[in-house]
Nanobody, 127 residues
Framework: QVQLVESGGGLVQAGGSLRLSCVAS????????MAWFRQAPGKEREFVTA????????YYADSVKGRFTISRDNAKKLVYLQMNSLKPEDTAVYYC????????????????????WGPGTQVTVST
């Protein structure tokens, strides 16, 4: 069982930066792939980025590639999302998600493959 809590959201101007954090409970964090998803008002939750359990492989949605960076610290049970060059269309609730797997692959982009979710943190990008 894993519990996840996100932090670091807030209001930022377009072009600015934010760093989101997600802290996990449980003893086997290093055996979980981690991901960030987001959901804008009136839209479905969508994939943003994922990282394998070891941290060796990362995946990004085309819309954030080159602007966002996912990383993790297994010793601290933390996963980060560094968001640069933010745009108003990045406004959404951002969710941290975990899946118990050490595998890599495109399945890490699939929302249905994640077992555990945090409550989310709001990110608002103003013009």
């Amino acid at each position: 069982q894993v519990q996840l809590v996100e932090s670091g959201g807030g209001l930022v101007q377009a072009g600015g930066s934010l760093r989101l954090s997600c802290v996990a409970s449980g003893r086997t964090f290093s055996m979980y792939a981690m991901a960030w998803f987001r959901q804008a008002p009136g839209k479905e939750r969508e994939f943003v980025t994922a990282i394998t359990a070891s941290g060796g492989t990362t995946y990004y949605a085309d819309s954030v590639k080159g602007r966002f960076t996912i990383s993790r610290d297994n010793a601290k049970k933390l996963v980060y999302l560094q968001m640069n060059s933010l745009k108003p269309e990045d406004t959404a609730v951002y969710y941290c998600a975990a899946r118990p797997t050490v595998l890599a692959g495109p399945m890490l982009r699939d929302i249905g493959n994640y077992n555990y979710w945090g409550p989310g943190t709001q990110v608002t990008v103003s013009t």
